[in-house]
């Protein structure tokens, strides 16, 4: 755990960490990482999950989306309930439950308790990742450590990504898909263990008011978006679009909203997260892709499926390390602009995958670099996305791009999934479905480019 400590203060002028808020960190990135790993760590193992309990290849994506579902769509309900109970409290009733959820599906034998095991971790997580990052926030007084544990926190968020797909390879493969799911036991409660004695409790806050409106029908909404990508259903997606409208709707005359709606006012916080939804969506979805190809076109198994995602998952450690500095030297935007180019532009030679073993001297080098981009994009989206906010308002910006965050990896599998699911020759598919990634790119990034060039009116400023 030496990176983080060396990424939050060197070429810094910060006040050094205590040695009690270098241990929160290293805890609450450690939850954070563990979190975001269990969105992809089953990815690898699809096809030998789904002989094990009975799924069919159409029904792969909702391994993913059941977790992500709740994880999206509640993570605004119980960061209130955090700050209403208590945010540790939240924090450790979350481990819990992922630990629980995490022993379920490690003895499914039915899709129905899998998927169960899955959409409990997914609640879990809605109830640990706002915790662990409002923690994270009231660590700091000093706002250059702050800055600093937030882009981190974003990379590792990434990472964790990168990491379970590599991490749930190497387990299926060398002792058995049922490992994907119980390596989080042990580790859940080690930190549950750890947490009493290294975070004070939080003190509740008193008037504190429910938005249940807005959490039905946001949740509601992204339940009947994805189901409409998944199932291919427009009659699905109308609903969806209409209860997000909805729930925008009540978020703005809400007397105690569960999204900051007026936080979209700033550029730089409105855009940041178009930039989010971009680079988490696009990068799920490519990961998803990937994983079908080379285990239904090339027939590699989860071991090496785990290696391939594991030479370019290198380039997210160095670019975690290197991206805090190229942002404070170049600048949030074009850096933002850049990597994010750089993650849809090596995207782009994917689209010439073939059948043959070959193509993996195409594959590896476009992932590596593309993976760079990524994590890189990530950390310029994060400071983007909470730079320009007052003081009183940066909770307010993070947990916003926190719920963007957890929107992107809802959507990107299905939506991508969908596209690929257009085209009867499953590699065609997959080449429709990665031009489309790209397209979807380019066209965010002309949009960022222009919108981060706006200025707040200095009459809301």
């Given at each position: 755990?030496?990176?983080?400590?060396?990424?939050?203060?060197?070429?810094s002028?910060?006040?050094?960490?205590?040695?009690?808020?270098?241990?929160?960190?290293?805890?609450?990135?450690?939850?954070?990482?563990?979190?975001?790993?269990?969105?992809?760590?089953?990815?690898?193992?699809?096809?030998?999950?789904?002989?094990?309990?009975?799924?069919?290849?159409?029904?792969?994506?909702?391994?993913?989306?059941?977790f992500?579902?709740?994880?999206?769509?509640?993570?605004?309900?119980?960061?209130r309930?955090?700050?209403?109970?208590?945010?540790?409290?939240?924090?450790?009733?979350?481990?819990?439950?992922?630990?629980?959820?995490?022993?379920?599906?490690?003895?499914?034998?039915?899709?129905?308790?899998?998927?169960?095991?899955?959409?409990?971790?997914?609640?879990?997580?809605?109830?640990?990742?706002?915790?662990?990052?409002?923690?994270?926030?009231?660590?700091?007084?000093?706002?250059?450590?702050?800055?600093?544990?937030?882009?981190?926190?974003?990379?590792?968020?990434?990472?964790?990504?990168?990491?379970?797909?590599?991490?749930?390879?190497?387990?299926?493969?060398?002792?058995?898909?049922?490992w994907?799911?119980?390596?989080?036991?042990?580790?859940?409660?080690?930190?549950?263990?750890?947490?009493?004695?290294?975070?004070?409790?939080?003190?509740?806050?008193?008037?504190?008011r429910?938005?249940?409106?807005?959490?039905?029908?946001?949740?509601?909404?992204?339940?009947?978006?994805?189901?409409?990508?998944?199932?291919?259903?427009?009659?699905?997606?109308?609903?969806?679009?209409?209860?997000?409208?909805?729930?925008?709707?009540?978020?703005?005359?809400?007397?105690?909203?569960?999204?900051?709606i007026?936080?979209?006012?700033?550029?730089?916080?409105?855009?940041?997260?178009?930039?989010?939804?971009?680079?988490?969506?696009?990068?799920?979805?490519?990961?998803?892709?990937?994983?079908?190809?080379?285990?239904?076109?090339?027939?590699?198994?989860?071991?090496?499926?785990?290696l391939?995602?594991?030479?370019?998952?290198?380039a997210?450690?160095?670019?975690?390390?290197?991206a805090g500095?190229?942002?404070?030297?170049?600048?949030?935007?074009?850096?933002?602009?850049?990597?994010?180019?750089?993650?849809?532009?090596?995207?782009?030679?994917?689209?010439?995958?073939?059948?043959?073993?070959?193509?993996?001297?195409?594959?590896?080098?476009?992932?590596?670099?593309?993976f760079?981009?990524?994590i890189?994009?990530?950390v310029?989206?994060?400071?983007?996305?909470?730079?320009?906010?007052?003081?009183?308002?940066?909770?307010?910006?993070?947990?916003?791009?926190?719920t963007?965050?957890?929107?992107?990896?809802t959507?990107?599998?299905?939506?991508?999934?969908?596209?690929?699911?257009?085209?009867?020759?499953?590699l065609?598919?997959?080449?429709?479905?990665?031009?489309?990634?790209?397209?979807?790119?380019?066209?965010?990034?002309?949009?960022?480019?222009?919108?981060l060039?706006?200025r707040?009116?200095?009459?809301?400023?």
């Amino acid at each position: 755990m030496e990176i983080p400590e060396l990424t939050l203060r060197r070429g810094s002028d910060a006040p050094p960490m205590t040695v009690r808020q270098r241990l929160i960190v290293i805890l609450l990135l450690g939850a954070n990482f563990m979190l975001s790993a269990d969105f992809s760590i089953l990815n690898v193992a699809l096809p030998e999950v789904g002989r094990a309990v009975g799924l069919k290849v159409s029904d792969f994506p909702w391994v993913a989306t059941s977790f992500a579902l709740p994880a999206a769509g509640l993570s605004l309900l119980f960061g209130r309930l955090g700050d209403l109970y208590g945010l540790r409290r939240m924090f450790l009733i979350g481990l819990a439950l992922l630990a629980a959820s995490s022993l379920l599906g490690g003895i499914a034998t039915e899709p129905v308790v899998l998927l169960a095991a899955r959409v409990l971790q997914g609640v879990a997580t809605a109830m640990t990742g706002p915790a662990a990052l409002a923690l994270l926030i009231t660590v700091f007084a000093d706002e250059r450590q702050r800055a600093r544990a937030l882009g981190l926190n974003g990379a590792l968020l990434s990472g964790g990504f990168t990491f379970g797909a590599l991490v749930g390879g190497m387990l299926v493969d060398v002792l058995s898909w049922r490992w994907a799911f119980l390596i989080n036991v042990p580790t859940a409660i080690i930190i549950l263990a750890v947490t009493p004695f290294v975070i004070s409790a939080a003190h509740s806050r008193n008037g504190v008011r429910l938005d249940i409106p807005g959490a039905v029908s946001g949740t509601l909404g992204l339940v009947a978006i994805v189901f409409g990508f998944t199932e291919q259903s427009a009659a699905a997606l109308a609903v969806g679009a209409t209860l997000l409208v909805l729930f925008f709707w009540i978020e703005r005359r809400a007397s105690a909203p569960l999204v900051a709606i007026e936080m979209l006012a700033w550029p730089s916080v409105r855009w940041g997260n178009v930039a989010v939804l971009t680079i988490f969506s696009m990068e799920a979805g490519l990961i998803y892709l990937v994983t079908i190809y080379l285990q239904e076109v090339l027939h590699l198994g989860p071991f090496a499926t785990g290696l391939v995602f594991g030479v370019p998952g290198l380039a997210s450690i160095v670019a975690g390390i290197l991206a805090g500095r190229i942002v404070a030297r170049r600048g949030a935007r074009p850096v933002l602009l850049v990597a994010l180019l750089v993650q849809g532009g090596f995207t782009a030679p994917l689209i010439l995958l073939g059948s043959d073993p070959n193509s993996m001297w195409l594959l590896i080098p476009a992932l590596f670099v593309g993976f760079f981009g990524h994590i890189t994009a990530v950390v310029a989206a994060t400071v983007a996305a909470t730079s320009e906010v007052p003081e009183t308002s940066k909770g307010l910006a993070s947990g916003l791009m926190t719920t963007s965050q957890r929107v992107a990896s809802t959507i990107g599998i299905p939506a991508l999934a969908a596209v690929m699911a257009a085209r009867a020759n499953l590699l065609g598919g997959i080449h429709i479905a990665l031009a489309a990634d790209v397209l979807f790119t380019v066209i965010a990034v002309v949009l960022i480019a222009a919108g981060l060039k706006q200025r707040l009116p200095a009459a809301t400023r």
